[in-house]
């Protein structure tokens, strides 16, 4: 008794900063009448999924690919599907990920107005059209936008009470290029390059957050957080996936539960 494909697994198309429609991976197998519950987990023989994208245990692919996943091949992303009943099946996605669709209308508009003012002053200029800015009705977008302009994160070595002293920029590999982080032996602390950057998304912190929780594993620290909400919830994310893996240190985080940020979002994230 084994599991087998239905048929050949089409080639998935996405685009960047796009929702997904959830993909359900159990529709591409035939899976036999008595197989229970079948565990989905992408293997690190692969890629990694873009950035952006989370599968569940339950093989359910869903999320929205980040700003600069795009890339000219697909992503060749090896999943593994275990079942106790049934031998380790091997699920191979090609995932194409397309640039961005353009913003198109009053969207459009707004996004470019206020990337200008962010960029004048960053840069000390002449405000534009301060007027308009100043007296239009703030969005919920709006909000995110600013709060995404302070996005750090500060990882402690939670078994090391030294305070921190002599930082040095810190050259970690797969952390994005708008980001530095900083190494000071008890605590590494990462920091957006440019405040006002208007291409940094609140993706180039979760691909800095998840390359600092893969150096925290290697020094086998157990840690305690700070820093923006959601960089902090995507390395518990990070941890969790780690620890599932069982190579290594397991890594144990002080005074901090993914309950804090939101419950059941939280949930569908550790399983992914």
Do not use: C
Not at 15 to 32: A, G, H
Not at 122 to 140: G, Q, W
Not at 154 to 165: C, G, S, T
Not at 204 to 219: F, K, L, P, S, V
Request: avoid cysteine; charged fraction near 25%; charge should be negative.
């Amino acid at each position: 008794m084994k599991l087998t494909l239905k048929a050949s697994v089409p080639v998935i198309e996405l685009n960047e900063l796009s929702d997904v429609e959830p993909i359900d991976l159990r529709e591409f197998l035939e899976v036999p009448a008595d197989v229970g519950a079948l565990f989905f987990e992408v293997d690190e023989e692969g890629d990694r999924l873009p950035l952006g994208l989370t599968l569940s245990e339950e093989g359910i692919l869903s999320g929205k690919p980040a700003q600069g996943t795009q890339k000219s091949t697909a992503y060749q992303v090896v999943v593994v599907v275990q079942d106790a009943k049934v031998p380790p099946f091997i699920l191979t996605l090609q995932i194409k990920v397309n640039e961005a669709k353009a913003l198109e209308g009053e969207e459009a508009l707004w996004v470019n107005k206020l990337q200008n003012y962010w960029r004048s002053f960053a840069n000390d200029l002449n405000l534009p059209d301060i007027e308009t800015i100043l007296t239009r009705e703030v969005s919920a977008s709006d909000i995110y936008y600013l709060l995404e302009r302070y996005g750090t994160l500060m990882i402690w070595n939670a078994d090391d009470l030294r305070p921190a002293d002599k930082g040095r920029l810190f050259d970690l590999k797969e952390i994005s290029s708008r980001y530095n982080v900083y190494d000071f032996d008890v605590v590494l602390v990462a920091t957006p390059k440019a405040l006002y950057d208007p291409a940094r998304t609140i993706n180039d912190g979760y691909m800095t957050a998840e390359a600092m929780i893969h150096e925290i594993h290697q020094r086998a620290w157990n840690i305690e957080m700070a820093g923006h909400d959601k960089l902090m919830r995507r390395a518990w994310l990070e941890v969790q996936k780690l620890n599932r893996l069982g190579k290594g240190h397991h890594i144990e985080i002080h005074n901090y539960s993914p309950s804090d940020m939101g419950g059941a979002e939280d949930a569908q994230l550790a399983a992914g």
